[in-house]
C-alpha cells in the first residue's frame, strides 16, 4: 500500500490543523494505521492507532484530549485532528499502516509508511 500524508504547516499556539493520509493500492480496510512524529534529533514517536473497522482507538498520553484519529475506509483515507497545539508539537508527522494490531505504539510494529509532513507550532 501506498501512503500519501498532507496537511501540515506553520501555526500558532493553540491553533488547530488536520492532518490526511491517502492509501492507495490494496484494500484500505485491510490495515490498521498509526500517525507517529520525529522531531529534529529525537526518536520517531507514536501519536494515535486506529483499528481496521471498529474505529477503536490508541493514543499518546501526550495527545490524549487534543488529538483525534479517524478514518474514512470509503476514502481510503485516515485523520489526525489536532487541537490545542504546542510548540511541542512541532515535528514531521507520518502515517504508517499495519496488517497487525492496532494497538501497537512501536514504530517496527507497521509494515508501510507515507513520505511525512512538517507540522511547525510556534509560540
Do not use: H
Request: hydrophobic share 30%; with cysteine; aromatic share 14%.
Amino acid at each position: 500500500v501506498q501512503l500519501q500524508a498532507s496537511g501540515g504547516g506553520l501555526v500558532q499556539a493553540g491553533g488547530s490543523l488536520r492532518l490526511s493520509c491517502a492509501a492507495s493500492g490494496r484494500p484500505f480496510s485491510g490495515y490498521a494505521m498509526a500517525w507517529f512524529r520525529q522531531a529534529p534529533g529525537k526518536e520517531r514517536d507514536f501519536v494515535a492507532s486506529i483499528s481496521r473497522r471498529s474505529g477503536a482507538t490508541y493514543y499518546a498520553d501526550s495527545v490524549k484530549g487534543r488529538f483525534t484519529i479517524s478514518r474514512d475506509n470509503a476514502k481510503n483515507t485516515v485523520y489526525l485532528q489536532m487541537n490545542s497545539l504546542k510548540p511541542e508539537d512541532t515535528a514531521v508527522y507520518y502515517c504508517a499502516a499495519s496488517t497487525g494490531g492496532y494497538y501497537n505504539p512501536t514504530p517496527r510494529g507497521y509494515d508501510y509508511w507515507g513520505q511525512g509532513t512538517l507540522v511547525t507550532v510556534s509560540s
